[in-house]
């Protein structure tokens, strides 16, 4: 089942944008204050033009993401080895 598209006004910079999506209102306000305070903090580190901050903001949001996709597909290689491990230790006591 599709969940309805529904619009939320997002501020990110100081800009309000009114956005389409099936995600409920409060992750995306989440997300806009995410972002936003990464692109805040990429202007106070002394980058002023507007598309220059959003392109490295970008790219550092981007850059955890598949840092965090990396650290979540060891971890899930990890457990299915233990599971794996712990099947045949089981296997082994027999019933």
Do not use: C, W
């Not at 800009?15 to 106070?44: F, G, M, N, P, T």
Request: charged share 30%; proline share 1%; net charge neutral.
């Amino acid at each position: 089942m599709f969940a309805l598209s529904r619009r939320a006004e997002i501020t990110i910079l100081g800009q309000k944008y009114v956005v389409k999506s099936d995600q409920d209102e409060v992750q995306l306000q989440q997300v806009a204050k995410y972002v936003d305070a990464k692109l805040r903090e990429l202007q106070r580190g002394g980058h002023v033009n507007t598309v220059r901050v959003a392109v490295m903001g970008a790219l550092n949001i981007a850059n955890e993401y598949f840092l965090f996709r990396r650290r979540m597909e060891y971890l899930l290689d990890q457990m299915e080895e233990r599971t794996d491990r712990l099947s045949e230790l089981l296997d082994e006591r027999g019933p």
